[in-house]
Structures are given as structure tokens and as C-alpha cells.
Nanobody, 120 residues
Framework: VQLQAFGGGLVQAGGSLRLSCAAS????????MAWFRQGPGKEREFVAA????????FYGDPVKGRFTISRDNAKKAVYLQMDSLKPEDTANYYC??????????????WGQGTLVTVSS
């Protein structure tokens, strides 16, 4: 499975941004999809995950109520809608895939990062 994330950019605090992750190869509809991020000088952090059907989602505490993960199995894509962005959301954002939903970094497949910068 190959994953490619895009949609990052520069946004002011309080603004919104939508990230996308396109998958190829494998059976996308069977995969749990997740987003992680890694800010400057920080460890990789869990952001959100979504089940293969989209029926179940869960989020890391720092983004609850502000970010929304969704997926389109027909398009083999997963999205991260980010609202009310804060400077501390600045990070490289990575999409990941596996068969099991977890908040740890134990995902088998990873895409390259897309940089999100939130200015104050």
C-alpha cells in the first residue's frame, strides 16, 4: 500500500485546512486509516483514526472537537478537516494504514509528511 498525503500549507491561527491522503495498492476498504503529526523538536503524536467502514473514529486529546477524520472508500482517500487551528498544531502530518485501529505508531504503511504551519 502506498500513501501520499497533501494539502498542507500556511494558515493563520483560527483558520482551517483540509488534508488529504490518497492510497494505491492493497485493499483500501479493509484498512484502518490514521493521521499522526510530528512538530519541531517533538515526538510523533497520534491525531485521529477511522475504521475501515468509517463508522468508528477516535481522536487524540489535543485535537478533539477541532479536527474531523473521514474517508471515501470509492476514491481510496482519507481526509483530515482541521478547524480552529492553533500555532501548536504546526507539524508535519502523516497518514498511516493498518488492519488494526490503535493510537500507537504501530501502523504498517506510512505516507510522506505534509507540512502544516499555523501562524499566530
Amino acid at each position: 500500500v502506498q500513501l501520499q498525503a497533501f494539502g498542507g500549507g500556511l494558515v493563520q491561527a483560527g483558520g482551517s485546512l483540509r488534508l488529504s491522503c490518497a492510497a494505491s495498492g492493497g485493499t483500501f476498504s479493509r484498512l484502518v486509516m490514521a493521521w499522526f503529526r510530528q512538530g519541531p523538536g517533538k515526538e510523533r503524536e497520534f491525531v485521529a483514526a477511522i475504521s475501515w467502514s468509517g463508522a468508528s473514529t477516535f481522536y487524540g486529546d489535543p485535537v478533539k472537537g477541532r479536527f474531523t477524520i473521514s474517508r471515501d472508500n470509492a476514491k481510496k482517500a482519507v481526509y483530515l478537516q482541521m478547524d480552529s487551528l492553533k500555532p501548536e498544531d504546526t507539524a508535519n502530518y502523516y497518514c498511516a494504514a493498518d488492519l488494526i485501529m490503535t493510537s500507537t505508531s504501530d501502523y504498517e504503511y506510512w505516507g510522506q509528511g505534509t507540512l502544516v504551519t499555523v501562524s499566530s
